[in-house]
């Protein structure tokens, strides 16, 4: 019973094709993230939805796309990838209900996405 | 814009020995949260410990412990008793009260020797 997961673990593709990475959460929490891990391992965040409303668009290229279709589910579409775009994606969430703050965010296993 | 800073790439520590890792942020913000998370090999991100800044106690979860020094902006991870499983990349991260973005530092590779 996996706490966040995301599909697919690895993804190879070829320039200029799209793709899709998926996430679903099972923890009830009504926040959802992106975070990319470039090759140094550094990590930052993408997008962020609670209860299936954007409320963290980071400078991000416009060819990345999040839809949450529902609080448990948030996926990332890329168009026309470039090789910046490999890297590791995790998916995240946490419980934010109101202003306090339940809990650290939980992190999905992660996918390595290689552009060749 | 927060920052988050580990002065230190690499880190080493025999096993079952003391080692403390390094962190400090940068906030103009009074309410915020601060957390460490491990990365190993398998690239999972666990949560390890995490720590509300208008709490004065250091937070504890087992043999990991924080030192919290909020007026200098510091936030330490101490390993007591390491084990082989702790070795893993070690992320500092902060996260300001009115938003719920992680700002993660640079990351910290500790290596435990047997």
């Known amino acids: 019973d996996t706490a966040v997961s995301q599909t697919p673990k690895y993804l190879v593709t070829q320039m200029g094709n799209d793709k899709s990475i998926k996430c679903e959460q099972n923890?009830?929490?009504?926040?959802m993230y992106w975070y990319k891990q470039d090759s140094k391992k550094f990590l930052k965040i993408m997008f962020s939805y609670n209860n299936k409303e954007l409320i963290i668009n980071e400078t991000v290229p416009n060819r990345f796309s999040p839809k949450s279709p529902d609080k448990a589910h948030l996926n990332l579409h890329i168009n026309s990838l470039e090789l910046g775009d490999s890297a590791v994606y995790f998916c995240a969430s946490s419980q934010d209900k109101g202003a306090v703050h339940l809990g650290g965010q939980f992190f999905g296993p992660g996918t390595r996405l290689t552009v060749l | 814009a927060q920052t988050v800073t580990q002065s230190q790439p690499e880190m080493s520590v025999q096993e079952a020995e003391t080692v403390t890792l390094s962190c400090t942020y940068d906030?103009?913000?009074?309410?915020?949260?601060l957390f460490w998370y491990k990365q190993p090999p398998s690239r999972q991100m666990i949560l390890v410990i995490r720590?509300?800044?208008?709490?004065?106690q250091n937070a504890t979860e087992n043999r990991f412990s924080v030192n919290f020094q909020k007026a200098a902006k510091s936030f330490s991870l101490k390993i007591s008793d390491s084990q082989l499983g702790d070795a893993a990349m070690y992320f500092c991260a902060y996260r300001g009260g009115a938003t719920n973005k992680l700002i993660f530092g640079t990351g910290t590779l500790l290596a435990v020797q047997p």
């Open positions: 720590q509300e800044a208008y709490k004065q």
């Open positions: 923890l009830g929490h009504d926040t």
């Open positions: 906030t103009s913000e009074s309410d915020y949260y």
